[in-house]
C-alpha cells in the first residue's frame, strides 16, 4: 500500500497563505483524491505511524494518520519560519475552517464551537465561569466514575471558593439505563431535601474507567426538568459515538479530537450554545479577549476582533502550540474521504471491540463487563462505543492491601517484556483492562494482547511484583531504546 501524501490540504487553506507575508504554502503537494479501496482495515503502518510493537487496544492517547501529523508539523514550521503573520493573520483564518467542520459534524452553528487543549481543560472552564451563588448551597453532582481529573477539579473550585461542594453518585456496574437515572433522581431529590441547589451535573458521553457508553439522552432530559446545567465530558465522545448536539442540546460538552477523531495532541472541542456563553467570561488562562466589566471597551493588544466575545476569547489563549486545532478540517475529511466515512469506521471498530474483547476473556478464562440481556444498540447496551472492559484472573485475596504495587509492576511488565502499554485498572475490588477498537488493530492484536496479560496475571499470583524492577530504571531502558531507534 502506497503511503498517502498530505494531498488533502484544502484549496480554501491554500489561498489563505498566497496572501500572506511569504508563508511557504503546501501547494506542491498532489491534490488528486486517492481511491477508498487505496485504504482498508486494519491500515497498520502505511497510515497510523505507530511502532507496530505498541500496536496495543488500550484507546488512550489516541492515533494521528500519517497525512495529518505531517500537515500538522507543516503548520507548526510555518509558526517558527515568519511567527508574526502565521499566528496574527493566517492562524484565525485556518483556525476558523476547522471550527466550521467539527460544528458540521456536531449539527451545530460555528458561533457555538471553539478549541481548548483537551476535555479536563473545558470542565474547568465552566466550573470556573459558573458564579456561584454566595449563600454556599449550591452543589455539583457527579458520578463515582467521573473522571479523576474532572473530579478533583470540583473539589478545588469547592475549596477554592466556598460557594459550593460536590455530590458523589454511586453506581455498581453493571448497571442499566433506569438504574442510572434512578440514582441520578434520587441525587437531585436528597440535594433540595438538605436545603442546597444542585446546580450543576457533570457526566460523561463514554466513561474512561469503567470504559462504558452512558445514556446521555435520558441524563439530559432529567437536567432539562430539573433546570439543572449539564455539562458532558465527552472525552470520549467525537469520532467513537454519534454526537448530535442540535438533538442532545447540552449546556455545555466537551469532547477531545484526539482521543478517535485522529487530530493531533492535544484538541478538544468545547461548545457553549449562543444562550449559555455570557458565563463562559474568561479562558484558562485568562486572555486577552476577556472583557472586564469595570472596562468594557478596554482595546485588545491583538487588534480589533468581528467575531463574537465568546469566539474572540478562545481564539488566543497565550502563546502555546496550536497546530493541533488547524488540522481538525482535514481529520475529519480523512475519515471521510480516505476511511469511507463514520460510518464505516464505527461499523469497524464496535464490531472489532466487541470481539475482540470476548477473544481476550476467553484467553483469560474471564468475562466481559456488559448488561447480557441488553439488545445491542439500546441504552442499556454498555458496549455501544470503542471501548469494552475485561476482568483479569488474579484472586484479589492475594495481594490485598498491595493492589497498587501489583498494578504498577503490571503496567511496567506491558512495557518491559511485551514494549506495548495495557489500560489496566482496580476496580469494583477487581482487576481489569480495558480494551479499544481501532481502525489499525485486527483480531490477531487482541489475542496477543490476551496472552500477554495472561503471562503478566500469572506474575502476579506469583508475586513477582514484589522487589521488581522500579520505574526509573524502566524508564532509562525506554530512553535507551528510543536512542537505539533514532541512531538507526
Known sequence: MEKHEPWFVARSILDVYTSFFGITTCSSLPTGLPSLLQLSFPCHASCI?????????????????????ELSNHYRNQSEFRPDPYILFAYPQLLDQ???????????????CVFVPNATNGVHTVLRNIEWNQDGNDEVLYFNTIYSACGKSVTFVAEHTGLMAGRQISLQYPVTEKEVTSAFETAITASKADGKNPRLAIFDAVSSVPGVSVPITALLQICKANGILSMMDAAHGVGQIQLDLSVLQPDFLVSNCHK???????????????????????????????????????PSPLGKNSKSAFVGNFEFTGTTDTSPYVVVAEAIKWRQEVCGGEAEIYDY???????????????????????????????????????????????????????????????????REYKTFAFLTFW??????RLSGQIYLEDGDFEWTGEALKKVCEGVEKAEYK??????????????TAVGKSVE
Open 49 to 69: 505511524p505507530l511502532d507496530p510493537a505498541s500496536y496495543s487496544p488500550s484507546g488512550s492517547f489516541g492515533a494521528t494518520p500519517r497525512a495529518i501529523s
Open 98 to 112: 476547522s471550527r466550521a467542520a467539527i460544528a458540521k459534524l456536531l449539527n451545530v452553528s460555528i458561533e457555538t
Open 260 to 298: 478517535w477523531l485522529y487530530a493531533p495532541r492535544g484538541c478538544a472541542v468545547f461548545y457553549v450554545p449562543v444562550k449559555n456563553q455570557h458565563i463562559i467570561r474568561s479562558t484558562i488562562p485568562t486572555s486577552h479577549g476577556f472583557v472586564p466589566r469595570s472596562m468594557p471597551n478596554v
Open 349 to 415: 471498530c464496535n464490531t472489532l471491540v466487541r470481539r475482540g474483547a470476548q477473544i481476550v476473556s476467553t484467553i483469560l478464562g474471564t468475562s466481559v463487563l456488559a448488561n447480557p440481556n441488553a439488545e445491542v444498540g439500546s441504552s442499556d447496551d454498555l458496549q455501544t462505543g470503542f471501548l469494552n472492559m475485561v476482568k483479569l484472573p488474579i484472586d484479589v485475596s492475594k495481594v490485598k492491601g498491595e493492589e497498587a504495587e501489583a498494578l504498577q509492576w503490571m503496567k511496567e511488565a506491558m512495557i
Open 428 to 433: 469494583q475490588g477487581e482487576f481489569w483492562t
Open 467 to 480: 522487589g521488581a524492577q522500579q520505574i526509573e530504571e524502566l524508564a532509562g531502558e525506554l530512553e535507551q
